[in-house]
């Protein structure tokens, strides 16, 4: 299986910073990345899809990078509505596997 | 819209079987995609389980290949899980979800999730 790992753990930010989220495959998979949102006691929420393409109804500060092994989200300019665990997920090879998830907190 | 509503018992002893629903309206899964369950255990990690596409092929993680079956109603627009043997480790959230773009797509749509825990 493909293993995907997720750095850091945690992300601390205040309002209005840049972040990026990282996810290493450990195998090259191409651009078959994406990324999820799950706010507390909510469900995956697809956020970009194949590395970089965006979502209807994501805001725009939400981008995605990256191809082979490496993998980057950004947040633009964090909102509080953006406090959650973020995810990545690979669809290169089945089974379709997850990386560990980036708890995203506020300072 | 697409919405999908997971249920089931919430709770089940070790050694017997899990069965959870999934029920989906605003499309048919007889008309295309693969319809998903994923677990989410405590401490937050996903693992894929299986899906049953809209032909109603099935494909299952190889881990748990023996314990699992996925079937459907397809009057009913539902899917099924069943998970024998269940151990303490199968303690988690469900979710059943909708895969577009076979074979290297993503999930698009995700019920809310059904907590089971497995326990005396």
């Known amino acids: 299986d493909i293993l995907l790992t997720q750095s850091p753990a945690i992300l601390s930010v205040s309002p209005g910073e840049r972040v990026s989220f990282s996810c290493r495959a450990s195998?090259?998979?191409?651009?078959?990345i994406h990324w999820y949102q799950q706010r507390t006691n909510g469900s995956p929420r697809l956020l970009i899809k194949?590395?970089?393409e965006s979502i209807s109804g994501i805001p725009s500060r939400f981008s995605g990078s990256g191809s082979g092994t490496d993998f980057t989200l950004s947040i633009n300019s964090v909102e509080s509505e953006d406090i959650a665990d973020y995810y990545c997920?690979?669809?290169?090879?089945?089974?379709?596997?997850f990386g560990a998830g980036t708890k995203l907190e506020l300072k | 819209d697409v919405q999908l509503q997971e249920s089931g018992p919430g709770l089940v002893k070790p050694s017997q079987s899990l069965s959870l629903t999934c029920t989906v309206t605003?499309?048919?899964?007889?008309?295309?995609?693969?319809w998903n369950w994923i677990r989410q255990f405590p401490g937050n990690k996903l693992e894929w389980m299986g899906y049953?596409?809209?032909?109603?092929?099935?494909s299952y993680n190889p881990s748990l290949k023996s314990r699992i079956s996925i079937t459907r109603d397809t009057s009913k627009n539902q899917f099924f899980l069943q998970l024998n043997s269940v151990t303490t480790e199968d303690t988690a959230t469900y979710y059943c979800a909708r895969y577009y773009g076979y074979p290297r797509g993503y999930f698009d749509y995700w019920g809310q999730g059904t907590t089971l825990t497995v326990s005396s």
């Open positions: 194949y590395a970089s």
């Open positions: 997920q690979q669809s290169n090879s089945w089974p379709t596997t």
């Open positions: 605003g499309y048919s899964i007889t008309s295309d995609y693969a």
């Open positions: 195998q090259s998979i191409g651009t078959s």
């Open positions: 049953i596409s809209y032909s109603g092929s099935t």
